[in-house]
């Protein structure tokens, strides 16, 4: 967008356009230029094309009455709101007839079907149905308009009276009694409702306009009287605008429009006067609006009309067919402008229209047919100024059209089969204007023609066959005038033609393979002549030309790959010296410089910033900038930075397309350019892009790719664009926030990216397409989202649009039930302890007394064990006296090698006791047998002793 409302220089350029233009005595010619609108439609998502209301809410959105439904736009999307049956949270009713934001910023509907409120955190409506404070109550169903009060009550106009609305106590009353309001007001079927700057309240009827006055509650009736002229004009009243000068304005529906003459109290009439072109276009007057400059907008069942109150003319603007760009229909609804001094305008029929009014920079000329003060054919091929100020556009089927900027009057010549002294074709490519002030047009068909401005006759030059003096070729593609008075002019395809004023022939210079001083082609595209006097050819297919007078040979500048610093092209379209005397060349392959000095050319191409490579005109403003047309728009170049600065048909031009020769540079530095959508005019100076920021809003969340319903939805009771904070549980696991950049002129241009801080630190870059960002699975813990969205150049916006998100642990993450958790342990640890420390207890208690039992026994066995060791000891020490007295035996106990016992030799029979201790304590160690009965062999041989005294 160009020159925004809110910014100040931009205000002031728009103010300076308008006192040139508009104000001053060329205000017809001002008039003539079209308003370049953009369009919203069902194919954008409107819900219907008739409109009754628009307004702007405090974040920026639009809202859009139709007669179904109610729409939010937010510069891309559009949200509908209708009935929804079931829910008394929606709408009651379709048919949006009103709409007004009041002083807290709330949105009230009037429809069919009662007033509603828009409830902006939970994104859905309160029917209002408030109490009477009186029993004998209007019907306030129908609510057709909506007027606030110094104190913030409601005054809604209904077909049967009017009721004032309380929100603070939600109750209505009436505002003059049922039985008395017929005979104080003109009618009962209220229209519309509003109060002035000198406090009164009007009120328009069905059936006349009234004028109440609070302090003394008297009302004066104002109604059209036939045989009274300076009556009001029609007693349908449909529209009431005050302007800033205090004057009333008032819009009826046959009677065209009424101002107020307070000190006369009397009305003056602007009705539509067909034998007045600037009268107003219809008498059904629909809509009123005030723009900053002063300018009336009048809404009209035959168009958009815009007074001018200086000069008392109104310029009327209609759908054009064929032309996008126009009105979409011509029954104007209703008119708003919004907080960027953008206005809209609704239809009935072929929804909204939107005009940002600096682009009144670019002054339009276009055909149309319903009007003979314009230009005769749209697709224009040339344009130039002459001395006088008269600009001549030259078009393709229209002939040759002469516009006086004065009075805005258009001429058109044409060719006449029948006169020869008339345009000798329709069909016009060049206009040139000579030192002895001869305008030199040149034909696609039929040559060169010369106009006498006195007789206003054409003097035609083509080619004569056989005649060597004639023209070459009737195909014009350039006419220039050299320091000699030589009128140069090009042909496509015969070459080089020099006319000779004084014997009106021609020389013709041909391009010769034999002589590398001729011209390097036949195909002449451009004319040129410097600030040296020398003549600059642009051929179409092999390069530039200089011509040399004084040996009239041609130095060719020719494309040469293998060379790095020749020219860049071989179609060389325009050419154009700088006020540094640098060649600039228009080309089919970018924009070339001719730097003579170091005799080196340089190109500037769509990789360097310019829209297109294919560059038409070239002229130089004020400033040193270079305007550039091409095939995509219009391209401001800065030669000192290598910047470029692109204009499309959304700024305003003419259309994207331009055309070759349509170019012309004024003494004031105005230029023209023209091409498949007319002729345009501008100051350079008062030009400037917006580079200011859009601002972004947050516009839609979803959960799981489903938006949240704010009106049930427990963790989301407010809207995102009204939220600072978004927090999320564990297991809201796909998060998506869309967001938008409320620039209603041009959205599409607006680039966006964004970051998450605490998970990302890039940034991701993003198209209008997608203004959504996602996220997936992110980990408990606080984030910012962040939002930057760039101007229409591309450039960022150094402040970021932030958003708080926090996503919350899980239940068993968090410090509450891990505390939980801790202290549950900690008590079945308490709890497992102490049940430890009863057991033990309990096992200690049991355990002394098994210890008690034990000892008891132990002490019992141990008394046992002694008894049995102090036997023990005796058996021992027995035994020891029985091994002490074994040891006295004589040897040891031999071994019968008979029997293979042992033996004994003979004890004393006192020694038996012994004798058997002693055989069981060897029997229990060794292997031997003792034998009570000894072997007699053993006994007599060896123990012969013990057998006698045995035998004894």
Same mark, same amino acid.
């Given at each position: 967008m160009i020159l925004k409302k809110y910014n100040l220089y931009s205000t002031c350029t728009c103010l300076l356009v308008l006192v040139l233009f508009i104000i001053m005595p060329g205000s017809a010619f001002a008039q003539k230029q079209s308003l370049h609108f953009s369009r919203i439609g069902p194919e954008d998502g409107l819900s219907q094309v008739s409109i009754t209301s628009i307004v702007q809410d405090q974040k920026g959105f639009i809202w859009i009455g139709t007669q179904d439904g109610l729409n939010k736009y937010d510069s891309y999307n559009i949200k509908v709101y209708r009935n929804?049956?079931?829910?008394?949270?929606?709408?009651?009713?379709?048919?949006?007839?009103?709409?007004?934001?009041?002083?807290?910023?709330?949105?009230?509907?009037?429809?069919?079907?009662?007033?509603?409120?828009?409830?902006?955190?939970?994104?859905?409506?309160?029917?209002?149905?408030?109490?009477?404070?009186?029993?004998?109550?209007?019907?306030?169903?129908?609510?057709?308009?909506?007027?606030?009060? +110094?104190?913030?009550?409601? #005054?809604?106009?209904?077909?049967?009276?009017?009721?004032?609305? *309380?929100?603070?106590?939600?109750?209505?009353?009436?505002f003059i009694s049922m039985k008395d309001r017929s005979a104080d007001l003109s009618s009962e079927q209220i229209r519309l409702i509003m109060e002035d700057s000198f406090g009164y309240i009007w009120i328009g009827t069905n059936d006349g306009l009234n004028r109440f006055d609070p302090k003394s509650g008297s009302i004066r009736k104002y109604k059209h009287e036939p045989d009274n002229p300076d009556s009001i004009s029609d007693n349908l009243i449909v529209c009431l605008l005050e302007d800033s000068h205090r004057n009333l304005w008032i819009g009826t529906s046959v009677g065209g429009l009424n101002k107020y003459i307070r000190s006369e109290e009397s009305f003056k009439h602007f009705r539509n006067d067909r034998s007045n072109h600037g009268s107003i276009s219809a008498n059904g007057v629909r809509s009123l609006y005030e723009d900053p400059e002063g300018y009336i907008w009048i809404g009209t069942s035959d168009g958009l009309n815009i007074y001018d109150p200086n000069t008392g003319e109104f310029a009327v603007?209609?759908?054009?067919?064929?032309?996008?760009?126009?009105?979409?229909?011509?029954?104007?609804?209703?008119?708003?402008?919004?907080?960027?001094?953008?206005?809209?305008?609704?239809?009935?029929?072929?929804?909204?229209?939107?005009?940002?009014?600096?682009?009144?920079?670019?002054?339009?000329?276009?055909?149309?047919?319903n009007d003979k003060q314009s230009i005769s054919a749209n697709r224009v091929y040339a344009v130039y100024e002459d001395k006088s100020g008269i600009t001549w556009i030259g078009t393709l089927d229209g002939g040759?059209?002469?516009?006086?900027?004065?009075?805005?009057?258009?001429?058109?010549?044409i060719n006449d089969p029948d !006169?020869?002294?008339?345009?000798?074709?329709?069909?016009?490519?060049?206009?040139?204007?000579?030192?002895?002030?001869?305008?030199?047009?040149?034909?696609?068909?039929?040559?060169?023609?010369?106009?006498?401005?006195?007789?206003?006759?054409?003097?035609?030059?083509?080619?004569?066959?056989?005649?060597p003096n004639?023209?070459?070729?009737?195909?014009?593609?350039?006419?220039?005038?050299?320091? !000699?008075?030589?009128? #140069?002019?090009?042909?496509?395809?015969?070459?080089?033609?020099?006319? +000779?004023? @004084?014997?009106?022939?021609?020389?013709?210079?041909?391009?010769?393979? *034999?002589?590398?001083?001729?011209?390097?082609?036949?195909?002449?595209?451009?004319?040129?002549?410097?600030?040296?006097?020398?003549?600059w050819i642009g051929t179409y297919g092999n390069g530039l030309n200089l011509y040399d007078s004084s040996t009239e040979t041609f130095t060719r500048y020719v494309q040469d790959e293998s060379k790095p610093n020749t020219i860049k092209s071989r179609y060389i379209r325009s050419v154009y010296e700088d006020s540094e005397g640098k060649i600039w060349l228009g080309t089919d392959n970018g924009l070339?410089?001719?730097?003579?000095?170091?005799?080196?050319?340089?190109?500037?191409?769509?990789?360097?910033?310019?829209?297109?490579?294919?560059?038409?005109?070239?002229?130089?403003?004020?400033?040193?900038?270079?305007?550039?047309?091409?095939?995509?728009?219009?391209?401001?170049?800065?030669?000192?930075?290598? @910047?470029?600065?692109?204009?499309?048909?959304? !700024?305003?031009?003419?259309?994207?397309?331009?055309?070759?020769?349509?170019?012309?540079?004024?003494?004031?530095?105005?230029?023209?350019?023209?091409?498949m959508n007319g002729l345009m005019l501008f100051d350079p100076d008062e030009v400037e892009k917006d580079l200011s920021f859009p601002s972004v809003v947050y516009t839609d969340l979803l959960i799981y790719n489903i938006p949240v319903s704010y009106r049930v939805s427990e963790k989301f009771t407010k809207h995102i664009s009204y939220t600072d904070v978004l927090i999320f549980d564990h297991f809201d696991d796909i998060i998506s926030i869309e967001f938008?950049?409320?620039?209603? *002129?041009?959205?599409?241009?607006?680039?966006?990216?964004?970051?998450?801080?605490?998970?990302? @630190?890039?940034w991701i870059e993003t198209s209008y397409t997608n203004r959504r960002a996602t996220f997936t699975d992110l980990a408990d813990g606080e984030y910012i989202l962040k939002v930057q969205a760039s101007n229409e150049q591309g450039e960022w916006s150094g402040a970021a649009f932030d958003m708080k998100i926090k996503i919350l642990p899980a239940f068993w993450e968090t410090t509450w039930f891990i505390g939980l958790v801790i202290i549950g342990i900690a008590g079945i640890t308490i709890l497992i302890?102490?049940?430890?420390?009863?057991?033990?207890?309990?096992?200690?208690?049991?355990? !002394?007394?098994?210890v008690k039992e034990r000892t008891r026994e132990l002490k019992q066995k141990s008394d046992e064990l002694e008894s049995k060791s102090i036997e023990l000891e005796k058996n021992y020490k027995e035994l020891q006296k029985s091994i002490d007295h074994i040891k006295t035996l004589e040897g040891l106990l031999p071994i019968c090698s008979n029997c293979k016992k042992i033996r004994l030799k003979d004890s004393p029979s006192t020694e038996k006791k012994s004798w058997v201790h002693i055989e069981t304590y060897i029997s229990d160690r060794t292997n031997a047998d003792f034998s009570h009965g000894i072997c007699p062999e053993c006994i007599n041989k060896l123990y012969p002793g013990l057998r006698k005294d045995r035998d004894q």
């Open positions: 929804e049956s079931g829910n008394n949270r929606s709408l009651s009713n379709n048919y949006i007839i009103c709409l007004h934001i009041d002083k807290n910023n709330i949105l009230w509907i009037g429809t069919y079907n009662g007033l509603h409120r828009y409830n902006h955190l939970t994104d859905d409506f309160t029917r209002v149905s408030g109490a009477w404070n009186e029993p004998d109550s209007i019907n306030v169903t129908t609510i057709r308009n909506i007027f606030e009060d +110094d104190e913030g009550k409601l #005054w809604l106009s209904t077909p049967d009276g009017i009721a004032v609305y *309380d929100a603070k106590d939600n109750t209505y009353r009436s603007y209609r759908n054009e067919p064929g032309y996008q760009y126009s009105l979409s229909q011509n029954t104007i609804e209703t008119i708003f402008r919004d907080n960027t001094g953008t206005m809209w305008v609704g239809t009935l029929g072929n929804g909204v229209n939107i005009f940002n009014p600096s682009t009144r920079v670019f002054r339009h000329f276009r055909h149309n047919q040759l059209d002469r516009l006086n900027r004065e009075t805005g009057e258009f001429k058109n010549y !006169d020869s002294s008339s345009l000798s074709s329709n069909r016009i490519n060049y206009i040139y204007e000579d030192s002895k002030n001869n305008l030199w047009v040149g034909t696609f068909s039929n040559g060169v023609c010369r106009l006498d401005y006195n007789s206003g006759k054409f003097k035609n030059y083509s080619n004569i066959p056989g005649d004639s023209l070459s070729r009737n195909l014009i593609r350039g006419i220039v005038e050299d320091p !000699d008075g030589y009128i #140069w002019i090009g042909s496509s395809g015969r070459g080089l033609n020099r006319f +000779d004023p @004084e014997t009106e022939s021609f020389k013709l210079y041909e391009y010769n393979k *034999d002589d590398p001083g001729s011209i390097s082609s036949n195909f002449i595209r451009s004319l040129f002549v410097d600030s040296k006097g020398r003549l070339c410089k001719y730097d003579e000095e170091l005799d080196a050319f340089s190109l500037y191409t769509m990789s360097d910033g310019l829209p297109n490579n294919v560059v038409y005109g070239v002229l130089e403003d004020r400033r040193n900038n270079l305007w550039l047309s091409t095939n995509k728009g219009l391209s401001r170049f800065t030669p000192t930075t290598g @910047e470029f600065l692109n204009f499309d048909v959304h !700024d305003g031009i003419q259309g994207d397309e331009f055309n070759t020769g349509a170019f012309f540079k004024n003494r004031r530095g105005e230029m023209y350019f023209g091409g938008s950049a409320l620039n209603y *002129d041009q959205p599409k241009k607006t680039k966006y990216r964004y970051k998450l801080e605490g998970f990302n @630190e890039n302890v102490y049940w430890r420390i009863k057991e033990l207890r309990m096992r200690n208690i049991i355990l !002394d007394q098994n």
